[in-house]
């Protein structure tokens, strides 16, 4: 079996601070749904309009040609998305304004998923469940971690430090990418 190459190094970090950046949210997003009005209603509209937009985007836009031929730059363009909404969530202060926050995350995500998953999948072993478990162990531990991170900053300070944190964390993945070599 073959080791990792460089790029699904890379794509691993990314994927694993991608995954840090939006658990950290995860376990208190009803809370801030109901801080800024909403109910819990209101939490499970929300996350409807991200899943909407993100399977939107993957199914209109992921499968043209001009996805195949910039899939880095959607990834990186994904990544930007990310971390903007995570930024626009400290101005969020109604249901509607959460939905449209929403709305971006989703079209990050949709540019992140395929992406992401395509230049992964062209740069492993295909033979082995190595590569895959790497990713899979990787993203769950990263997602235990950022719960209890969120939580904590939550707890402890505020919302608002909390999207910084995940806006920062979004932006280190963005800059991760930069940096790797085409």
């Known amino acids: 079996m073959a080791p990792l190459s460089p790029q699904a190094k890379v794509l691993l970090k990314v994927s694993f601070l991608a995954t840090f950046a939006e658990s950290m949210l995860v376990p208190v997003y009803a809370a801030f749904t109901e801080e800024v009005g909403g109910s819990v209603l209101d939490a499970g509209i929300a996350f409807a309009v991200f899943s909407i937009a993100t399977g939107l985007v993957i199914a209109l836009v992921g499968t043209r040609p001009i996805f195949q031929t910039h899939v880095r730059r959607f990834l990186m363009a994904g990544f930007f ?18 939905f449209a926050v929403q709305l971006v995350v989703g079209l990050g995500t949709g540019f992140v998923e395929p992406a992401w998953d395509s230049l992964f999948t062209d740069d492993i ?11 899979a162990g990787g993203t769950h531990l990263a997602t235990g971690a950022a719960a209890l991170l969120g939580g904590l900053v939550v707890s402890y300070f505020s919302f608002k430090t909390l999207f910084a944190c995940m ?16």
Not at 126 to 132: L, P
């Open 81 to 98: 998305l990310s971390a903007a909404a995570d930024i626009g969530y400290m101005f969020v202060s109604s249901r509607w304004e959460l």
């Open 125 to 135: 072993d295909h033979a082995s469940a190595k590569h895959w478990s790497i990713w």
């Open 167 to 182: 806006s920062l964390v979004d932006l280190l993945a963005l800059y991760t990418i930069l940096r790797a070599k085409s």
